[in-house]
């Protein structure tokens, strides 16, 4: 059978669009041919409290009659009203212009907050095979009741995971084989706020080849005939390159879908801003971003130097505008409070804050969007100022830890100098005090890392770290930071979810 | 039978406290007594990811163990591990020291992210009567047993909620009658971030008759004999002092669970603020609340005496910053980008912006948290500066639209005047411009509230409110100051929850 593989980036509640883009394919698909598209194709995803209201319903279901007036055949997601007021999220199977049979979803995930759980895989006979069609969260109680199929299809809105080792692809080329069936994969692609959804559709045959397989992060469309399908292959992107490509389209669909053309962002010098002004260039174009150098008494003469070269290299304009004044009024103004006390973090959090208003007043005058600069690392201990550095409109590297920072920095420069070297060869300073180091507060990096891998990621206890061995009272003082700090992540900048992790979307702990 | 309901405010994440304050109370009951704890006593709540780690679990089971030891009868509420390292939110019954059933919770909420789901309710013979135990949300499908019980105990971690009209209390009346039984309702009262709980624990015979009734938002125990029960009247608060002592104890929590003595508020002479301080004044004390006058030159004369009495009629100290050096500092260093520019919103941030780094560096200094004095109206429509008004450790008004905050402030001020009365009776104004009202870019917040709890509280679509007879162009601007808004709500300080539809904890759209 001749399935086409529909991998696409839709717009949440805005079916107009998604129908444009469903119907193009449709309009050119021969009579024989099943088009697949992924999950909520019809009204976009994630929903959220969209479902709780009328509109998204009523939209769905004229565009769908629509579709269905191409008189094609095609599985397409969207919601779907059953009986007494239930809210499904289907796939719908139409032949030839007919709606034939209906999937719902019945493990709901995290996405499907105000859905009625439903049926799961729906099983039909189409052109002399049998298929099974549903939601991949469904598939794992498929399997078990045993049915003999023909051609397996699961879509899906799947996150992007800088870890993940093409799982999916593993698992279903298991099942294929076990189940004797070929399974067809079909994944949205494209991002909703912090959410990226990476693409990778695929096909495995009954032996459990892979046949095809789509990119990563683009729009693409395969079609594929089950009856003559042999294996291929398919060679990976690297961990570094995943994680620049799912960025930049993150930062691109962020600002496409929010109808926003231009990005203002600070340039220290420092490595974290160095590569997030890449993401923002190659996402946005040059023209489009612009980097804001903005140094004070205690800055370095390299940072100038530095931040300059990563502008030059990368060919945006750039400003400079020093926060001089701005501190030294915002000082006297204070005076009569800070008179006969010891600086402390409250001078220091001055001048990051004067950096976030320059900055936001560019944008708000320029019609420009911030980019938050900040790390993993960084906002898992609190080392960053609120109001100041942790601001922006969304966070290029907020879910990446500082050594991944380095490790894209290094893949970004594998032919040539785009970030300075000397960005990355120096030793990390927030320069709110003279010659202060990130290593005066934090452990190096390094070794941090290691450790919030072990707690936030692999969500081991304090008792199980120090049976491997980690310092003790290096032990409680991460803890402690992460701990206090809670309240802080609450309000920095969304960040671009690349993990199961991420401070944004996904680790939630209690604020007290 | 005996039965003592017990309403605590329990610490997350610290079972050593929550087993002091249970162990005291089983150390004074008689043996042939039944303690009810609410749910997750031991342990707290709500836990977020922390039950995916092994410590919650260790810990809840040593100190739950502890309290066997005191060979008391009672019921708790606590993390149990079950087989093939499943996870449940369980209620634990412990007759004379011994473990003698345990309901597991079976249709789980948001709380229970990590939780397997468990059985529902349980039903034992204890000293001659069936007894049937569990979580309230279990309830629902007890009922369609009919299984015939003489007591029914019921424990819960309930929210507040402003627009409650006791119904947990007329739902268990009817069931009482319907299940000829008991029933015994312990909730938990306190706050943990934005979730404040609001206790109201109370037990309904045979007849539906409320016999007891504990109150709202204080830890209390009340013992009774089911044997011997009859009806009683309460008073129930009013509307306006619900919500204030529901939110003096979620700040009062906040403060008090985050290790945090001090509070610091801008005051502007308006009415949000002047409300504010109210509530922190209540909570923290007044010593412990510092009001900032910070006036500029767009501020009216009424402003500065309205704000100075505000802090006069509560008694805490206030300081006077003028922001008009850092804002004509930052003037100067934005020149080079404002030149030749028509002034807008760029400027007015600023102004903003320069409160905020005041207030912030107050805080900084002395080691107080800033006080968020937003409303719901202004967050909805996205009337607020970003790293500016829109800052603070906790918004507490957050949750409640303008028209709300006057009821309350009128419920304040109902035997003197504590908020000035000019504040409530004048034009509400940003002052970030001459001669600026709100009304100037918004609706008369009686006219936009209407709107906006049809929308974002009852969930009605556009076509919805337009056959309501709203002006269709308001409506449009409405609805697109709502949708364009949602990024900036996730960067507003969290704001304490009075309603189902907060945008800090409840409200979810897509960003874009």
Redesign the interface.
Known sequence: MKVNICQFNY???DCKSNFDKIKSVLDKSDAEVLNVFSELSVC?A?????T????IYESSSVYGEMLCQTGKTFIVGTVAKGEENYNYNALVFVADGEVVALSTKRNLSRFD?HFTQGNGLEVIKHKGKTIAFGFIEDFESFILKKIKTDIIILCSNQLFDKDDKEENLRTLSFYARQLNADIVFVNRVGA???FIFSGGSFIVNKQGDTCEKLSLFEEETTLADTDAMKAKKFVPLCYEEKIFKAGVLGLR??FR??NIKKAVIGLSGGIDSAVAVVFGAEALGKENVMGVLMPSKFSSEHSLIDAEKSAKNLGINY?T???E??F???L???Q???EG?EP???EE??QA??R???V???G???GAAMLNTSNKSESAVGYGT??GDD?G?LSVLGDLYKTDVYRVAKWINREAEIIPDNSIKKAPSAELRFNQKDSDTLPEYDVLDEILVDYIDN??????LLSKGYDEKLLQRVFRLVKINE?KR?????ALRYSKSCFTTD??????
Not at 459 to 464: A, G, M, R, V, Y
Not at 507 to 512: D, L, N, R, V
């Open positions: 717009r949440t509640n976009g994630p929903l959220f409290d969209l709780l209201y009328k509109e907050s909703e706020g912090s669909d962020y879908k929010n400003l505008v020093p926060i004044d701005i030294e009024a915002s006297k103004t204070m009569p409070v800070f006390t402390n973090t409250a959090n001055l804050r004067a976030c208003m320059i936001m007043a560019i708000n005058k320029t609120l109001y601001s409109a969500k081991l206890s304090f008792s199980e309240w609450h309000q920095e900048a969304p680790y939630k702990q209690p604020i007290s």
